[in-house]
């Protein structure tokens, strides 16, 4: 039917191109044609080196060979070396030399075996300056980059091993890096890749055109031979059909040997272009008179109508008379606009406005179901949770298990931005956002009274490690000790050994247990205070724990910007979290990213712990912030991968409050196996219908497993940041995949808190939700691979196998099942006060106008709901009427049981008569 429709009956209508070659070689044999085409194509080729690509990419698109792969051992080995961190068991004693300085003397030493065909390449090292500087301009020079373009080929010739450029450049940035002395010089750096492809450039050049690696020299050979130029670079860089890909491959193969002539190149180069004529040949500017193809017209519409499920006699009925004269011009015309759009941003868009039309349609039947709106009445708890979207599915069972308590969102670092060292901690861990400088340092010490613990516990301790460390060096330095000590410690490993193979929950348990009655428990609290600000605080110097006022500032604007001015509970626990997980170098990426990808209980602990103090009560209360006498701050934190909670301090908890923490441990504990329970379904290894004690156990066993690629799945599917009340969003089923943070429009007039909330929250969900993105649409680039074949180097990065580019991003583990689209962030205020902010604050526009986020808002007392359009604003939305209503179930169970797939939203029952309970005390208040 498509061919009757276009008029290409079988045997008739123009044959395919590679049947018209022979013609079109015959008539338009045009040499000169060939000649103007090749200098064009070179003479672009070769400007571009310098500012598009370097000669390494020259030699790359007319060769197929890339230099890199040979260069890239001898590069590695010592700049891993140089970059170590305390992986390597050999450093040199020359290191305190520049890199390009110790690189030329090791490169004298170690290098014969690389380059044993070039005699020359210790004379050409000997005649390299000694300055990385003037190393740089000898080798542009003798590689012929004319000087206006010097800057460009540096940076291009960074670029093309990104990973260890941005590293080696960030060491140059940052001297003294946890002490280390070496001088990493960014110069040095670029010196020795320059003098490498250099080296390597002229190797290669040498053995197939008998020529010097220069710009020039190139240039000059292939206007003498623009018919082999042609061939080359068509070959590996065009799109070829396999007859002419073939032939000139093996012409290529044959010039290597000198058996070719020119000719030879000639009569293929005519073929390839006058193969491209006839491919553009036919329907394509003129759609409607030119003659259609059967290879492209007649396929492109049979593809289409399978698409459109139109069937033979409506394909039929586009050829005919009358309305549909024009109907197969206007299809193809359709089609060849949408190919110059950009087809993948088209998907996109389409995917998110599917997912966004799901999103507004639950939050406005969701309107007013959801508890809390007003806090008239106390909690029986309040629980502080990371915005992180793994902590949704949490609440969500939390607050079903007991509808007397409360669950908010925040960015976990607390408002504190702070650098942490703990008891054992040999340096200061930064805790808070990327982009926040901190310059407080907050410690963990000994209680009084305990220095005797702390005493026996850094003995044992310090042993330990002594002993660990000495097996790990004795067995890479010493092949003698170190087979000895294998032998010795072979029994032992043995049964370490298989214990983490098949029972790693009760082995990675045990092993946890051991460490801590060898070490001793150390009763610990958190050294917070600074009787005096320091005037030369800075990010190097840092201020010992933060003064009253400063104390007094942060735990205010924290609790008016989450809406924690009255009804506080007896009970406010802040719950930071971490992941436990073995042998996995991406672990960061499973920790808190309001804490730069660390862990966020430290925070927790420290607002607890100022918050718990009288004196910042009493300022607060200046302030007009009344807490409760019997309010009682505790920090916890959560094991996102295992679910279980960590309480800190939990000894300190008033004896008036034992019970209430008892029972809120329970639910906690409870809630943390219906989590579980949730988490399986998207496990491929978990069990498909487990009981919420079967989920919780294999969960613990994928947090020892050694073995495990994904013992969880971090932020894969995160799509929806929610900032707002609780109750915009309570009884809905989000499905894992939203960020929730608390905010207050009724405690907020001027919307100085909202701005505040999404200048901090904003970036950190934008960040998780691009990094995600990128990693998934092109995880070769922007990811990382598999951390099957990841190697760790330097104790700074990972290796994809053992020679490649620092690998950046997240590994294809991470975001095997995640839904590649851009954060929807919903507002619940006022339109008129998100405008505001968006139309002052330049980094919002950057994010939400540049369309990195899309941005909805719900008017908090009508529920009505806008969408923003960078050119127009926000705009009413309107429902999609063929989208079928928002699903009600009971439990969020229900909804989940039996599928494995990302699920849309659903409202959840709660019509219950605990729910009823609150709703009615609350209206009596």
């Known amino acids: 039917a498509c061919l009757s429709a276009l008029g290409l009956e079988t045997g008739a209508g123009p044959v395919h191109p590679e049947q018209q070659l022979s013609h079109f070689a015959i008539h338009t044999g045009d040499r000169s044609r060939l000649q103007q085409r090749a200098e064009y194509q070179l003479d672009r080729l070769c400007k571009s080196v310098g500012t598009d690509i370097t000669l390494r990419q020259l030699l790359h698109a007319l060769l197929g060979a890339d230099i890199m792969v040979e260069k890239m051992p001898v590069l590695l080995r010592t700049l891993a070396a140089w970059l170590d961190q305390g992986m390597a068991s050999w450093r040199g004693d020359n290191l305190r030399h520049g890199f390009y300085t110790v690189w030329k003397q090791l490169a004298r030493e170690n290098w014969g075996s690389q380059l044993e065909d070039m005699p020359d390449w210790k004379a050409h090292l000997d005649a390299l300056p000694d300055d990385a500087g003037e190393a740089l301009e000898s080798e542009l020079r003798h590689m012929g980059i004319p000087p206006e373009r010097w800057c460009g080929y540096l940076e291009r010739l960074a670029l093309d091993l990104p990973g260890w450029s941005g590293m080696f450049l960030w060491r140059h940035r940052h001297p003294g890096y946890r002490g280390l002395a070496l001088h990493t010089d960014m110069m040095d750096y670029l010196a020795v890749r320059l003098v490498l492809e250099h080296l390597f450039a002229r190797r290669i050049c040498r053995r197939y055109w008998q020529i010097e690696a220069s710009l020039p020299r190139i240039h000059n050979r292939f206007r003498r031979h623009p018919a082999e130029f042609l061939v080359r670079y068509r070959t590996f860089n065009g799109e070829l059909p396999e007859y002419l890909l073939n032939r000139a491959r093996l ?290 110097h840092n201020q010992q724990g933060f003064t009253d006022t400063e104390q007094a500032d942060l735990v205010a604007d924290f609790l008016l910007t989450h809406g924690l001015t009255t009804h506080l509970a007896p009970l406010v626990v802040l719950v930071g979290h971490y992941s436990t997980n073995q042998n996995n170098p991406h672990q960061a990426a499973y920790g808190c990213g309001a804490c730069s990808g660390r862990y966020s209980g430290p925070n927790a602990r420290t607002f607890a712990t100022l918050a718990n103090r009288s004196v910042i009560r009493q300022l607060l209360a200046e302030r007009g912030i009344s807490i409760p006498a019997d309010c009682w701050f505790i920090g916890a934190e959560h094991d996102t991968c295992n679910e279980v909670i960590r309480w800190q301090d939990a000894d300190q908890v008033p004896a008036t409050h034992q019970a209430a923490f008892s029972a809120l441990q329970q639910d906690m504990q409870q809630a943390g196996r219906q989590s579980a329970r949730e988490r399986c379904r998207k496990l491929a290894s978990a069990p498909r219908h487990p009981t919420p004690e079967q989920a919780l156990r294999h969960m613990s066993a994928r947090a020892f497993d050694y073995s495990q690629p994904r013992p969880e799945l971090g932020h894969a599917t995160n799509a929806l940041a929610l900032i707002g009340r609780r109750s915009m969003s309570q009884s809905l089923f989000l499905d894992r995949r939203a960020f929730l943070i608390s905010y207050d429009w009724r405690t907020d007039p001027d919307g100085s808190m909202l701005e505040r909330t999404v200048l901090s929250a904003g970036p950190v969900g934008a960040g998780i939700s691009l990094e995600y993105y990128f990693s998934s649409v092109d995880n070769p680039h922007y990811g990382c691979g598999s951390k099957v074949a990841h190697n760790i180097t330097g104790l700074f990065g990972v290796m994809q196998g053992s020679s490649s580019d620092l690998r950046t991003g997240l590994p294809c583990q991470m975001i095997e099942i995640h839904e590649p689209m851009r954060l929807l962030m919903v507002l619940e205020a006022a339109p008129e006060t998100v405008s505001a902010i968006y139309a002052r604050q330049p980094a919002i526009r950057e994010l939400i106008g540049n369309g990195w986020v899309l941005l909805g808002v719900k008017e908090p007392e009508q529920g009505q709901l806008y969408f923003f359009h960078p050119e127009r604003g926000l705009e009413p939305w309107q429902a999609d009427t063929e989208l079928p209503p928002t699903a009600h179930v009971a439990t969020s169970a229900d909804w989940y049981q039996g599928s494995d797939r990302h699920l849309p939203p659903a409202l959840l029952d709660l019509d219950r008569p605990a729910f009823s309970a609150i709703r009615t005390s609350g209206e009596a208040a």
């Open 251 to 540: 012409l290529i193969d044959r010039s290597r040997s000198g058996r070719h002539a020119d000719h030879d190149w000639e009569q293929l180069a005519l073929l390839m272009l006058d193969w491209k004529r006839a491919q553009k040949a036919g329907f394509t500017d003129t759609a409607a008179t030119a003659s259609p193809l059967l290879h492209d017209h007649g396929w492109r519409l049979f593809r289409l109508v399978q698409l459109l499920g139109l069937d033979a006699g409506e394909v039929r009925t586009l050829s005919q008379g009358g309305q549909n004269t024009n109907a197969l011009a206007q299809l193809f015309d359709c089609m060849e606009r949408l190919e110059r759009c950009p087809p993948g941003y088209l998907w996109l868009q389409a995917y998110e406005h599917h997912y966004r039309e799901q999103v507004f349609q639950a939050l406005r039947a969701n309107h007013e179901r959801g508890l809390w709106p007003q806090r008239q009445t106390r909690p029986q708890a309040q629980l502080i949770f990371c915005m992180d979207d793994r902590e949704e599915g949490f609440r969500r069972h939390l607050e079903s298990l007991n509808p007397q308590l409360e669950t908010l969102g925040a960015a976990a670092f607390f408002n504190l931005p702070m650098n942490w060292r703990g008891l054992d901690d040999a340096t200061a861990t930064k805790l808070c956002p990327v982009p926040v400088h901190p310059v407080h340092l907050v410690r963990e010490q000994a209680r009084a009274g305990a220095e005797t613990q702390k005493a026996r516990h850094e003995q044992r301790r310090g042993l330990r490690l002594k002993l660990q460390y000495g097996l790990h060096q004795l067995s890479r330095s010493s092949p003698l000790a170190g087979t000895v000590a294998s032998l010795l410690a072979a029994p032992a490993s043995l049964v370490l050994l298989l214990g983490k193979s098949f029972v790693p929950r009760l082995s990675g348990r045990l092993s946890v247990q051991l460490q801590q009655n060898w070490d001793r428990t150390v009763p610990t609290e958190v050294h917070a205070n600074a009787a005096d600000m320091d005037p030369q605080r800075s990010e190097q």
